[in-house]
């Protein structure tokens, strides 16, 4: 099974991936995760990124695209995957359909997280994180024992800087702009796979695993 999952900064996108990796034994690829570890081993595809991203440039797509290319590459990837993070626009779903058809592959289906604004608002902005293990809180929905302690490793939570409201705005504008498109994209070849996260992630992942089933993917 090979999937793909979108959903905006804040919508759970996460949560339900981790849910969808495990259930069904896949390699769960986040390109964060992808260009982290390239840069820190100072792979060529790593330095090459960081060069980019060292003069405030964009990493082009052709470069991303040899990351995740090197990355299907892998053991684990053969029985199945979950791309968390990419592709972010048309031009690169193209790209990955050009390196899938290469291997006689392509995407089975792609999941939709949806998350309210005003929902992924409140979470996000009463969202606390260690800055020792980063642990992740919620003043609101799940907080820690004691009020700015990490229940994990006892250091202090605090509000990322970018977790302001201007800021999450600004990010969920960015993100409808860029993957609207994409949504379109992938809806006409009708393997949109729908999850609502304004309740419960719970809710959310039978949603997406009753719509993986209709499309005959369990």
């Known amino acids: 099974m090979k999937l793909i999952i979108l959903g905006a900064p804040g919508s759970g996108k996460g949560t339900a991936a981790t849910v969808i990796r495990e259930k ?5 690829i986040s390109t964060g995760d992808l260009f982290r570890y390239n840069i820190k081993e100072q792979t060529k595809l790593g330095i090459e990124a960081k060069s980019y991203i060292d003069r405030g440039a964009l990493v082009p797509d052709d470069v991303t695209i040899r990351m995740v290319a090197d990355r299907l590459g892998n053991d684990d990837c053969k029985s199945g995957y979950i791309l968390d993070g990419f592709p972010r626009t048309t031009a690169q779903a193209k790209a990955l359909d050009e390196l899938l058809a290469k291997t006689g592959d392509k995407i089975d289906a792609v999941i939709h997280v949806i998350t309210d604004d005003d929902i992924i608002m409140d979470r996000v902005t009463t969202r606390r994180v260690c800055e020792k293990c980063g642990a992740s809180f919620n003043v609101k929905y799940m907080p820690s024992k004691v009020e700015g302690v990490c229940d994990v490793c ?47 992630s719970a809710t959310c992942i039978k949603s997406i695993e009753d719509g993986l089933a209709r499309l005959n993917l369990n």
Do not use: C, Q, W
């Open 154 to 200: 006892g250091g202090k939570t605090v509000m990322r800087s970018d977790d302001n409201p201007e800021t999450v705005g600004k990010r969920l504008e960015t993100y409808k702009e860029n993957t609207r498109p994409l949504i379109d994209f992938y809806n006409a070849r009708g393997i949109i796979v729908e999850g609502n996260n304004n309740v419960d």
């Open 24 to 28: 069904y034994s896949l390699a769960h």
